[in-house]
């Protein structure tokens, strides 16, 4: 399957951009789907990840009650709502693709990758 990640930009703190990624090649649906984030000088880090369904979701503690990853399975597509955003949350966001639901398993763990969206967050 090959992702492809959208929806970047440049926002002010407490505003809000919603993230997209388009699967091709195979049915989103197969897989579970994560989003990660990569700030400058930083290591990469999980922020959600939905199951093949949609009917289970986990946050890092540090996106809880902001972000909402949601899937459209018909468009092939998943989501990342991203709301009251924050300087830190200045990154290169990307989604990956897994076979598998897990709340723990790391981004080596995911076996496609989309190429990076780039969101900004001024103070």
């Known amino acids: 399957v090959q992702l492809q990640a959208s929806g970047g930009g440049l926002v002010q703190a407490g505003g809000s951009l919603r993230l997209s990624c388009a699967a091709s090649?195979?049915?989103?649906?197969?897989?579970?789907m994560a989003w990660f984030r990569q700030a400058p000088g930083k290591e990469r880090e999980f922020v959600a990840v939905?199951?093949?369904?949609?009917?289970?979701?986990y946050y890092a503690d540090s996106v809880k009650g902001r972000f909402t990853i949601s899937r459209d399975n018909a468009k092939n597509t998943v989501y990342l709502q991203m709301n009251c955003l924050k300087p830190e949350d200045t990154a290169v966001y990307y989604c990956?693709?897994?076979?598998?639901?897990?709340?723990?398993?790391?981004?080596?763990?995911?076996?496609?990758w989309g190429q990076g969206t780039l969101v900004t967050v001024s103070s």
């Open positions: 090649g195979r049915a989103v649906s197969s897989y579970a």
């Open positions: 990956a693709a897994d076979l598998y639901y897990s709340k723990t398993l790391p981004g080596s763990g995911y076996d496609y």
């Open positions: 939905i199951s093949r369904s949609g009917s289970s979701t």
